[in-house]
């Protein structure tokens, strides 16, 4: 080796390995519902400094008293204590003003709600308000990270951080690289979800990345097959249950998803791939247009007026 090429090897080795050890301190979360919470909950549980943005101070306010909550029931299984769950909370502000909330931070993350336009605005907006150096990650389902990067001046430092429901007890996070996202960033974002005990899985920006791609057709096939008149409901998610070690069953787990997020994500598959296999099941679109869409709704394959305890079948699926 010439030493032009060793010293190169060394300075490419010097860069990963400061990248790999900088750990990032300030972050950002936009959007505090659902999966906002979860994801400011589990990165100031890890001792960062966190930013809680969100539009609507209701929902500030309703996603303090849930990590609150939350924290609590982590205190109460002695799997935190007190002193953390006060640390915790001290580590998160809550701001209603997006270029206030990411002017100093390292990191980015964006969790609000699931429609194109609002997103492209977002990234646009943390994009000029950021700083140069920021990344900025989205928890998208099934959003193009490569779209999303295509709208701002630092395509290489955008990427999906795909958190699962419920964030502070699910392992996973799917760790999407969109077309244009650097080595750099991908390590660094991988070293990330490492440090909050996450377990980060590295995938490509193809439609639904992995985990829809395979589970959105799962569900799908469930209701075709209920659509045909092949099984009831209760039969359906019971072969899936006990046949498969499924901890509940595909038309149960829909009703928690969300029927219209369920059919949103399809038709991205089905656009995305350009083939019939990912056509949204005639029953899923009537029902989505019927307005039962699960549990939010009170209604789907199930009803859910009661709770989410006890499985009773909603009226059009009952014997
Ligand atoms: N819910 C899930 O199970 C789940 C799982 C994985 C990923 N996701 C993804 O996470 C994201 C958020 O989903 P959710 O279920 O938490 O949605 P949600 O509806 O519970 O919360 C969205 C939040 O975004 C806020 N918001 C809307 N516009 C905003 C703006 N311009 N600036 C700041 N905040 C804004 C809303 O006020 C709301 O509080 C979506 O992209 C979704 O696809 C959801």
């Known amino acids: 080796m010439g030493i032009a090429e060793a010293l190169n090897s060394f300075v490419t080795f010097a860069t990963q390995t400061i990248i790999r050890f900088k750990k990032m301190k300030k972050i950002a979360v936009v959007g505090a519902g659902t999966m906002g919470n979860g994801i400011a909950h589990v990165f100031a549980q890890f001792g960062y400094d966190v930013n809680l943005i969100d539009v609507s ?13 939350n924290l609590e029931r982590q205190v109460s299984k002695e799997k935190i204590t007190a002193e953390d769950k006060t640390a915790t909370l001290s580590r998160i ?33 943390m994009d000029e308000f950021a700083p140069a150096d920021c990344i900025l990650a989205s928890n998208t389902s099934s959003i193009s990270i490569t779209k999303i990067g295509a709208a701002t001046s630092r395509p290489e430092k955008v990427i999906g951080m795909h958190f699962m ?33 996450k377990v980060p899985v590295e995938v490509n920006d193809y439609p639904g990345f992995v985990a829809n791609r395979i ?69 899923l679109v009537n029902m989505v247009t019927a307005g039962k869409k699960g549990v939010k709704s009170g209604e789907g394959f199930y009803n859910w007026t009661h709770g989410t305890k006890d499985l009773v079948l909603a009226p059009n699926f009952s014997k």
């Open 215 to 283: 589970l959105m057709p799962m569900i799908n096939e469930a209701i075709c097959t209920l659509y045909e008149g092949v099984a009831g409901v209760e039969e359906i998610d019971t072969v899936m249950k006990l046949g498969m070690a499924h901890p509940m069953g595909p038309l149960q787990l829909a009703d928690f998803i969300g029927l219209d997020v369920c059919l949103s994500i399809l038709n991205v598959l089905y656009e995305g791939f350009g083939n019939p296999k990912y056509a949204p099941c005639p029953l």
């Open 57 to 69: 101070q209701d929902a500030l306010d309703r996603a303090l008293k849930t990590i609150d909550k």
């Open 165 to 197: 429901n419920p964030v502070p007890i699910m392992k996973l996070v799917e760790i999407i690289r969109g077309y244009a996202t650097s080595n750099e960033v991908t390590n660094l974002i991988m070293e990330t979800s490492k440090s909050l005990t």
């Open 93 to 125: 502000t809550t701001v209603t003003d997006l270029s206030k909330g990411v002017a100093d931070r390292e990191l980015v993350v964006e969790a609000a709600t699931e429609n194109v336009d609002l997103k492209l605005k977002i990234f646009k907006q």
